[in-house]
């Protein structure tokens, strides 16, 4: 085994049991944890499987194969920024939405107040 080899499957089991460590202690909840643990779980069968990362590596025409492991992190970080973009827009719209619904409740409710105001002074 040489050296990138081996720090490949160290960062890749670090990152797995990382990634779990933090699912149990729930500061990450589970369906933001699949697409974290389905990256570290190619690579580290890519660095493990050193015959099938030169095959991949050779079908996509990088000459150096531990790059293409560079590679699937990168567009498994790209992935999961896609995720987390949809989730903050689909969140953004919730935060909004309820923020008008309470406005329009504090809005109705001091009306209500003026109203049964007036009509105990008359």
Request: aromatic letters at 12%.
């Amino acid at each position: 085994m040489t050296r990138i080899t081996i720090l490949s499957v160290l960062v890749s089991a670090a990152l797995l049991f990382y990634i779990l460590e933090m699912v149990r202690r729930r500061r990450l909840r589970e369906e933001y944890s699949i697409l974290w643990l389905a990256g570290g779980v190619i690579l580290l069968v890519f660095s493990l499987k050193n015959d099938w990362l030169v095959w991949a590596s050779d079908a996509v025409g990088i000459y150096y194969p531990p790059s293409f492991l560079f590679l699937i992190g990168m567009l498994f970080i790209l992935l999961i920024l896609i995720h987390f973009s949809i989730t903050i827009s689909k969140l953004y719209q919730m935060n909004k939405k309820m923020a008008q619904e309470i406005a329009h409740l504090k809005q109705s409710s001091a009306s209500r107040e003026d109203h049964d105001t007036k009509d105990d002074t008359s």
